[in-house]
Each structure stands twice: as C-alpha cells, then as structure tokens.
C-alpha cells in the first residue's frame, strides 16, 4: 500500500475539527474549478474567432502565391505553369496585378490598393460571398466595374446604387513629368462601382478589385502581373500544399518568392499566437493567484494534524513520507478543482459549439459565439493547472521543513 496516498486520501475527505479548514479548501476546490473552465471556454472562444478570422482572410488570399523575388513584375510563361495547372490538387489559376493608386469619387480622393484580377478570379473568387451591397461583378458589358471594401467605400462615400465614376489615377510611364500641366503626365482610367465587400478592416480599408484591363491600361502594362495565385482544392492536406510548393520553387529558380497563405501573413497570423499565449498566461496567473487558497488550507491542515505527525514519527515514518502526505493532499484539492473545471469548460464549449446559445451583440457576421474546442488546449490547460496545484503544495511543506530543522 502506498502510505502517503493512503492518508492524503483520508485527510482530504475526513472532517477537520476546524470548519474553516473545510470552508478554506472548498473554496480552493471552487477556485480551481471556476479558472480551469474559465481557461478551457475562453481559449475555445479565442479557437473560434481564430478560425474565423483565418477563413475570411483565405477567401482574399490565395492558398499559394507565384511573386517575383525582384522588382514588382513579371510575365508568367512556360512549362512550370502547365505543370501546376496539371497537379490535380490545384483548384484554379488566376493573374493579378496589384498596384497603390489614387482614386476620386463625387469630390473625395484617397489612395487605395486596387487589385486587377483576370476571368478566373471575377467567377471564382470566394470574395463573392461576402459582398454585402450590390453584387460581386467587374463587367456589364463593355462597361468597367469594381467591387470596393467597405472601409473605402466609407471613407470615400462610395454607394454602387449611385451612377457616379470611380477615377483611377496613377502616373504615367511614358510620358515626361510636365510643370506647366502635371495632368498631363497622369494616366486615368474610369470604373463604376458594383459592389462592396466586408472581410475585415485591414483588406476592407485599402483594397478594391478591378479587371485586368483595366490596371493595365492605368499602369501601361503588356502581359505583365504582380503575382499568379493557386486555390486548391477542398481536402487538400498541409502536406500536399507544402509539396505542391516545394514542386513550383524548384521549377521557377531563386528568381520567384513562392509563398503559402502563412507566409503571405506572417504578422497576422505571428499576432493571433502571441494574442492567444497572452490570453492563457493572463488566466494561468489568476489560477496561481487562486491556487494560494490551498497553501492558506495546508498550511492550517498542517498545524491541525501535528499529533498525527508525532504519532506517525514514533512509528518510523520518515520527514520525506510524512511532507509527501501533505502534498499529496495539496495537490488533491487542486486536482479535483481542476476535474471539475474540466468537466464545466468542456460542457460549456460543447454547448456553444453545437447549439450557439449565447448569442452574438449587434450586426456581426455570425449569429452565436464562434466556439472551437481542442484537444491540445484541453492537455495544456490540464497539464499547467497540475502544475501549478503541485507546485504551490510543495510551499507550506518546505515551510514546516525549514521552521522544524531551525
């Protein structure tokens, strides 16, 4: 039998002769409970918006980015883009060309980042789905159109209700810089705007989308486009992806940036790590500030049991069995807190995961709270909590130590 198991068990279930030692470590328990399903709720929530937020950026960012590793251009030609039209994970294809511009609507001018796409991109694009003015078309006719963030289209009182051009200004390659009549040197184009979309505020404030044409007759350009963007297919795997583009780099030379959607965003998505390990050190120290509670029962435990201790040392325990007792004890209030939070937070998320019953404020894009509940956030939130209950155990035992060798 293990004897230090044996009686933290019944020390932990057995009534103290003093109530405030059970009321102590009940709170502890509570405490435990309460910032362990905290812990397991809130990083769900955090999974959540993640993955929404990820999702809104893949329907504008391509899965893979062909870009020219110098300069702002290049024609794409040649074997290497028969060959990745080939691959049968590659969904679609399309050039864009991507410039800052200048752009005036009904007396308000502002620059903007537009975005010229070809055939593929105006039927494909998931950008379509978040259109949530107008409608998501870049011809009617021979007539030019632009679909607009929502951020510029507010800044710039864009309406596509509204028969009003969009001026597209950029200067002209061509032509030498003129004092006595700078317009002359500027390159315009006309566009009318057909929709709005919302994906979220950094693409919403900068980007409009226009056809091709249109930037190259703006820009002066031939065959030239900034980048080639690959979609693949639903179901296609990391590891698929990272073949796919190690296959592209290896045809295209050092002379081309092949970039996956996390290379695209290395800021965003380096921020949402850091958001989420700031989240869970925030809510670990308020466990550690709760978990206190025990070393405050312990430590009262401690003085309560001292008959027991010299009963247990005239029978030959050791000082290492008898601290190991009382940690052991520590650490089980702490585990059964952290049994219950678990059981709490994992109900709760799986509730909201499932059902949405707690319902988002206001006009967002989803109508409940995103949940999404994860098996490492679950291992860790166990893992740090244990740790934590272990640990502030250890702290009024190594006390008593110390205060019995002085």
Known sequence: MNLPLFFAGRYLFARKSHNVINLISAISVIGMAIGTAALIIILSIYN?????VKEMLSDFDPDILIAPAEGKTFIPEGET???IY??????NMCCVLTENIFLSYDGKQGMVTAKGVDWVYEEESPVRSHVRTGEFALHRGDVPLSVVGSGVAYRLGINPRFLTPMELYFPSTSRNFSVSNPMASIESVNVWPSGIFAIN????DKYIIVPMSVMKELLEYGDEVSGVEIRVKDGCG??????????????????FTVSDRFEQNKAVYKMMKYEKLAIFAILIFIVVIVAFNIFGSLSMLIIEKEGDIRILKSMGASDKMIGQIFVLEGWFISLLGLAGGLAAGIGVS??????????MPGNFIVQAYPVILSATDIIITAASVAAVGYIIALIPVRFRKR????
């Open 86 to 91: 080939s691959q049968e994970n590659v969904e």
């Open 81 to 83: 883009y028969d060959w």
């Open 403 to 406: 205060a019995a060798c002085s």
């Open 201 to 204: 505020s950094e693409i919403d």
């Open 350 to 359: 799986l509730l909201q995961q499932h059902f949405g019953i707690i319902k």
């Open 48 to 52: 959540g918006f993640d993955s929404l």
């Open 238 to 255: 990391k590891r698929e992806v990272r073949e796919l583009i190690s296959g592209i780099r290896q045809r295209l030379g050092d002379g």
